[in-house]
């Protein structure tokens, strides 16, 4: 059973930057991929990024490309997401995903992640 924390969400001016950090505990090697989404109120759970586990590679929504960095410690067993110059639009609740058992086709479909954290909320303001 994999258990995903997100930690790291905060407040913070526009054009600052939050290090969102997501320990993955047990099954870390069943893990295909990982992913952040967010989703901010009344609105659909986003793709931010994703991280294939054998290949890393990464995949990025337009909208963060240049800003946002998704990598991984292997010894920390942990999924990062550095976020850089900030916007108001940024702001929601931001979760760590976990694929395991199967890798992802799209990546950046929430259905093809099958383990959730609970979210850690970002909220950048102008």
């Known amino acids: 059973q994999v258990h995903l924390v997100e930690s790291g969400g905060g407040l913070v001016h526009a054009g600052g930057s939050l290090r969102l950090s997501c320990p993955v505990s047990?099954?870390?090697?069943?893990?295909?991929?990982m992913a952040w989404f967010r989703q901010a109120p009344g609105q659909e759970r986003d793709f931010v990024a994703s991280?294939?586990?054998?290949?890393?590679?990464?995949r990025y929504a337009e909208s963060v490309k240049g800003r946002f960095t998704i990598s991984r410690d292997n010894a920390k067993n942990t999924l990062y997401l550095q976020m850089n110059n900030l916007e108001p639009l940024d702001s929601a609740v931001y979760f760590c995903a976990a694929a395991v058992g199967a890798s992802p086709r799209f990546f950046y479909l929430p259905y093809e992640y099958n383990y959730w954290g609970q979210g850690t909320q970002v909220t950048v303001s102008s």
């Open positions: 047990g099954g870390f090697f069943s893990v295909h991929a």
């Open positions: 991280l294939s586990w054998g290949s890393e590679g990464t």
